[in-house]
């Protein structure tokens, strides 16, 4: 089997109208968008490119040899949880995917709209101490549409439930049947008076625009789909975007500075080739969609004289606001075999608690859902109960009794954005190819811990009313590990305290644009893809109209 | 329990309950492990890394972590023959730490008992040993290389047979059909 090679359609010295950074759930959308609109577009990807049936059930590529992760070794980063604390290797965790497609390869699949609330916290709820809550610049009815595109043309399963926001379409595919941890979600949540609903995915329940649908092979989350069956950016708008023939997918390319002229624009990126020798792609714009981390990561190490903090990083926000979304687990065991290793991760979800409550006495909300995490050698090292042995005779028969008799209910919520949590850049760790590394500044806010105990408590909860034989927590500690990396470019109307505008422009450089989970004003309750996917769709058409326009 | 372990454990919970991912060797120490093409399957790939003595000695530990009883354990998945791979290919930078162990274990049995090697002691002599090594890099690692020799996939050397999934009710496929489990399967049948 050959490996596809993206074929190569522009040379390093010729100007593009575009210079994408990241092919990812973003990076991806607005290639295609600005690919179809007329424009020449080289997308540079940091990682390998695979095809779908490269993909294999192998837990120990994807957990502990680190292929296509953040391995400690080439990509280190630090973590600290105030700028008063050294920032130490080694104890927390950034998980995205390098590879093309991105984190839209490797995610579960769960695909939640934001509502209209999230667009008008700080208006609906009041500023929150502690913390810069802030309402978007654009509203819910701004962004539905796109919405509704990603849906439709990535491929999105799903039904509508009581606490939907308003919808233009309905979904194009039908929702995946509860499997039985859903169906044990339901009985739960019903009698606790919560209103379960199907589970949005980008996964495809059928045959959809030529592609296979789901196999049910339980190898969703954190791993490529064989199948192709989930909406990753790889096997839907990629091939379009290439199709164009404008559009150029080099991967193995790792930029490591966005190069700006005299006047105060972006003339190109300068990145590392597969055989790490530096070469520089020149464009007329650049649009930046790493991720929350990397591109901050990347405009940091963009200063110059006229920059001296990073480039479009006048006002010092680049890389602030870092948000993670909460998150909070309770796991039950039950009578008989529910084989949560097999089937999409989560069918059934309630979206009771989303909104923000103020008798809770805290801000946030959340959604929880019924999953699992059954991959074998990790289930056997990792998720039994906090007071199991974890080794001898007792641990290998609480193994095999609860191997196949487990799930779990998680809650998903809100992080509020807080200046000091950031990423920025480490004075002294570097990576295998000598550049800086990401320093993590993190640290929950007391409200963002009280949600995540608040959901935990309504789990435990539902699996009890569920029937669970044993029903089992590990307590709400504040996070160290994410792999919803938000916030850290924001989106604004005003320049002092935003990095982008509504078209996803920086402020200070015309023809350098933002699109990625940096760019989310508030975090929303978790499973940002479909908002980061509906930005990209947005921006897309945005930025191709200034193109148009002459306004670059 | 110390507080180390309650903070390791505790540190992996934490982990496996963010279920966006886990990243193992973050709590190992963070080394990067390369991994090599191969497939350790053949029986006539000669042993790589581990001597004669070191191999008993791994699998006399392996088999305290994953007793063999009226069901296979990690002697019968090939637990060893894993650790031989691993540690020729993508986990070498965990020799010194193996070796390391298996030495301080061979000094232990030595001093309590007078005999050893580790592998002829008796059942409850090893677990005793491994109760107070239980802390240390080395069991921990050996908890790792147990836990991936039993379940992972057989091409890295390990889960002979794939006796390992079959022992706790796992197959590997690409395709399923619902029912999956008991509670769709009743569901669908129109049960409650």
Known sequence: ?552 | MSEDAVSRRDFAARLAAATGGIWLSRSLGGVSWRRDPLDARSANVGWRVLTRSERANVEAVASCIMPSDDSAGAREAGVVRFVDVALATWARDKRVVIRDGLAELDTRCKARWGRGPFAELADGEQEALLHEAEETAFFQTMRLFTAFGMFGDPRYGGNAGEAGWRLIGFEDRHRWQQPFGYYDGAASEGEE
Request: with cysteine; proline share 6%.
């Open chain 1, 1 to 552: 089997m050959t490996r596809p090679v993206s074929r190569k359609l522009f040379a390093t010295d010729e100007m593009v109208d575009f210079v994408i950074v990241g092919s990812g759930a973003a990076g991806g959308i607005v290639a295609k968008e600005l690919a179809t609109a007329g424009s020449s577009v080289v997308v540079l990807e940091q990682g390998p490119r695979r095809d779908s049936v490269e993909f294999a059930h192998d837990e120990l590529a994807a957990f502990v040899v680190g292929e296509m992760t953040n391995d400690p070794v080439d990509h280190p980063l630090s973590f600290r949880k105030s700028a008063s604390e050294p920032a130490m290797r080694g104890t927390a965790q950034l998980l995205y995917h390098r590879l093309v497609g991105g984190g839209s390869v490797m995610f579960s699949g769960n695909y939640w709209r934001f509502r209209e609330s999230d667009f008008i916290e700080r208006t609906r709820c009041g500023a929150v101490p502690g913390s810069a809550l802030a309402d978007w610049p654009i509203s819910y009815a701004d962004l539905e549409p796109y919405y509704a595109k990603a849906e439709w043309e990535l491929g999105v399963s799903g039904a509508t439930g009581p606490f939907d926001p308003p919808r233009s379409r309905d979904y194009p595919l039908p929702p995946f049947p509860a499997k039985s941890s859903g169906v044990l979600f339901e009985r739960g949540a019903r009698s606790v008076g919560l209103h379960p609903q199907p589970t949005p995915l980008a996964i495809l329940s059928r045959p959809y625009r030529g592609r296979t649908p789901c196999q049910h092979c339980g190898f969703c989350l954190n791993f490529g789909c064989e199948h192709g069956a989930k909406s990753s950016t790889l096997v839907t708008v990629i091939p379009t975007a290439e199709a164009t023939r404008r559009c150029e997918i080099r991967s193995d390319s790792y930029v490591t500075r966005v190069e700006a002229d005299a006047r105060g624009r972006v003339s190109g990126v300068i990145y590392f080739d597969r055989k790490r020798v530096e070469q520089r792609q020149r464009a007329r714009a650049v649009v930046l969609c790493c991720n929350g981390a990397e591109t901050p990561r990347l405009l940091l190490l963009s200063a110059s004289p006229r920059w001296p903090d990073g480039l479009a990083n006048g006002n010092g926000l680049v890389g602030k606001h870092l948000m993670f979304n909460g998150l909070a687990t309770a796991s039950g065991m039950f009578e008989h075999p529910l084989n949560e290793h097999k089937g999409v991760v989560a069918t059934r979800v309630a979206y009771d608690f989303y909104e923000n409550d103020a008798r809770r006495g805290f801000y946030g909300g959340g959604a929880l859902d019924a999953r699992a995490f059954a991959y074998p050698a990790l289930f056997s090292l990792l998720l039994l109960p906090p007071d199991a042995p974890t080794w001898g005779r007792e641990y290998k028969r609480m193994l095999r009794e609860y191997y196949t008799r487990t799930m779990s209910v998680t809650g998903h919520s809100t992080s509020l954005p807080v200046e000091s949590n950031s990423i920025t850049l480490d004075p002294d760790l570097r990576d295998a190819w000598g550049v800086p590394a990401i320093r993590v500044t993190y640290r929950d806010h007391p409200d963002d811990l009280a949600t995540m105990r608040f959901l935990q408590d309504r789990a435990v909860e539902v699996l009890e009313a569920a029937g669970a034989k044993k029903v089992w927590r590990v307590p709400v500690q504040e996070q160290t590990f994410t792999t919803h990396i938000l916030g850290t470019c924001r989106m604004g109307s005003d320049a002092r305290t935003s990095v982008v505008d509504t078209d996803h422009r920086t402020h200070e450089v015309s023809n350098l644009f933002i699109c990625d989970g940096s760019n989310l004003v508030t975090s929303g309750r978790g499973q940002p893809t479909a908002t980061i996917q509906a930005l990209a769709y947005r921006a897309g058409e945005r930025i191709a109209a200034l193109a148009r326009r002459g306004e670059l």
